[in-house]
T-cell receptor, first 111, second 115 residues
């Protein structure tokens, strides 16, 4: 699986959009970008994934650059409950291999 | 439609005792993954199992740790002769036969404290 690089921490005001970047310059053509988050002491939670097109679901939007070397997770209206560590993981989809978690980005949403 | 169930939520063991952590995957999921998270650290993969088979145990300590996923019943992570350094949160995830295209589902974890 390709290596990813994320900022260690970010802050965001409540109600504003939180934009979390991820670099994955060595991504392969068949690898997807996955995002998970871990709210303090809880199990990781799947957020969204994509291959090359932008994706949106009820939780977030995922913007992948045309060259696929980076992506941005967008939480459109961050709330205090979105405070968590966010992990960007690149891997082949439809694959049952293990997920490898990096250090992620610690997002702090403040009032 | 229950998610991944882990029990117990909290487990306290004295040094030298055995710890047994259980994980029931989501209905229809046949793949189970165990992760360990030490205090203030990230999630580290331990072992990946399918029914009655260990697929990848590359993250499992060579001694004292074992895992199984029998034909019937939950997956069990067993730690023998626990030491203080085993104190951590242990998370289990499951995925369907077709793979985790829609994302793996994690349980709420078992917090093991060794005293």
């Amino acid at each position: 699986d390709a290596k990813t690089t994320q900022p260690t921490s970010m802050d965001c005001a409540e109600g504003r959009a939180a934009n979390l970047p991820c670099n994955h310059s060595t991504i392969s053509g068949n690898e997807y970008v996955y995002w998970y988050r871990q709210i303090h002491s809880q199990g990781p939670q799947y957020i969204i994934h994509g291959l090359k097109n932008n994706e949106t679901n009820e939780m977030a939007s995922l913007i992948i650059t045309e060259d696929r070397k980076s992506s941005t997770l967008i939480l459109p209206h961050a709330t205090l409950r979105d405070t968590a560590v966010y992990y960007c993981i690149v891997r082949v989809s439809y694959n049952t291999d293990k997920l490898i978690f990096g250090t992620g980005t610690r997002l702090q949403v403040f009032p | 439609n229950a998610g991944v169930m882990q029990n117990p939520r909290h487990l306290v063991r004295r040094r030298g005792q055995e710890a047994r952590l259980r994980c029931s995957p989501m209905k229809g999921h046949s793949h189970v993954y165990w992760y360990r998270q030490l205090p203030e650290e990230g999630l580290k993969f331990m072992v990946y199992l399918q029914k009655e088979n260990i697929i990848d145990e590359s993250g499992m300590p060579k001694e004292r740790f074992s895992a199984e996923f029998p034909k019937e019943g939950p997956s069990i992570l067993r730690i023998q002769q626990v030491v203080r350094g085993d104190s951590a949160a242990y998370f289990c995830a499951s995925s369907p036969e077709s793979g985790g295209a829609g994302g793996y589902t994690f349980g709420s974890g078992t917090r093991l404290t060794v005293v």
